[in-house]
């Protein structure tokens, strides 16, 4: 059931702040606790990811299509501007907030209001979970209603009960923007930026948990016929949110023997969201040529890459692929068109857009990993070991932090890091 991952996707266990029940508790908890460098306190790297999830939720399509049921889209669509405005000073703030305490205090307002926010998401989430339960219940709307919702909740729109809620919310933020000149916030490079986007490569990781079923399902398409191509190479997406494991699972493929042993020629390229062309086709040209090549231009390169490959069965993974723009894809592929027939490219995405354009109707979104296998990886990084058979007292706090984590492969490695110091249930 669809509706059933829209709070389970959920990234806010990346940060530690849903494991104590109250706002105040979870802030002093946050503030206190080291994370990446002294710079970076634990307190502003909860709001920055608390409030790229938020956005991120609040750009699923099938979260919007609830919430335009629901009557509050347009109230949603206006706080996620403000909230985008203000996620681009938070690279700034991060550098100012240990020197000026007002800064620290502006993270503060913006960490709460980034939970109230959580609060009305998950309300409509749970709404929207309630609905898809009654009509694949097959039972009357008010039988199912006294089972999932209290009864004085069942008198009153969600649109009149939250839209207040986010016009105030969507005030304060306002507020807090406009407070950016006070305070010295600036847009760092037009936007906030990873440092470590763009850095992914194909080796296997240590650490891989589960992701069997999916691997041999891509696998079957990437070593099967491909008839149903009219150009020599086919594209194989993998579809998912952020964190989900979309780069792991292509290592998996991309690493595979049989892989190895099917294709010609491989070659792997970070694209992240600078689609440059040009870039994009030297790194894999110097992927599947020994040689060092400089090229001056786009032509000189296309034709050196056409002839690379040219009758050669070939794989090729575009990952973390950002773009919508036909125009460019086209330009990237016109070199693999000289490939033999069965050549593959491995696109990982978040972004549906231009699967849709190539004519992919349907796509598999990658969903997070099973509770035994999310379990696992938790225990190899905050442990050192796959399980919790030699630390039974700590198994309770594991399954609780994994499931509020969604089960979700980066938030499990990233709290299970800063837990591996912390050994006793207390701890």
Known sequence: MKLLTIKQRTFSALILSHLHSSHTKQTNYLLTFPFYSSLLTMADAAVAALVKIIIQKLADEVFKEYARAQGIHSELENLGRELSLIQALLHDASEKEVTEKSVGLWLNSLQHLAYDIEDVLDDVATEAMRLELTQESGASTSKVKK???????????????????????????????????????????GKERDPNRGNETSLLESDVVGREGEKNILLKKLLGGDGSSKENFSIVPIVGMGGVGKTTLARLLYNDPEVKDHFQLKAWVCVSDDFDVFKISQTIFQDVNVEKTEFKDLNQLQKA?????????????????????YENW???????????????????TRKKELLRILGFDHLDLLESLSPEDALSLFAFHALGVDSFDSYPTLREKGEAIVKKCGTLPLALKAIGRLLRTKTTPEK
């Open 147 to 189: 089972l999932i919702v209290p009864t004085c909740c069942t008198n009153f729109s969600l649109s009149h009960s939250l839209s207040p809620k986010i016009d105030s919310i969507t005030i304060e933020l306002q507020r807090l923007y406009k407070a950016k000149a006070e305070l010295g916030l600036t847009v760092k490079d």
């Open 305 to 325: 890459l056409t002839e690379q490959f040219k009758g050669k069965r070939f794989l090729l993974v575009l990952d973390d692929v950002w773009t919508e723009n």
């Open 330 to 348: 086209e330009k990237l592929v016109l070199p693999f068109h000289s490939g033999a027939p069965g050549s593959k490219i491995i696109m990982t």
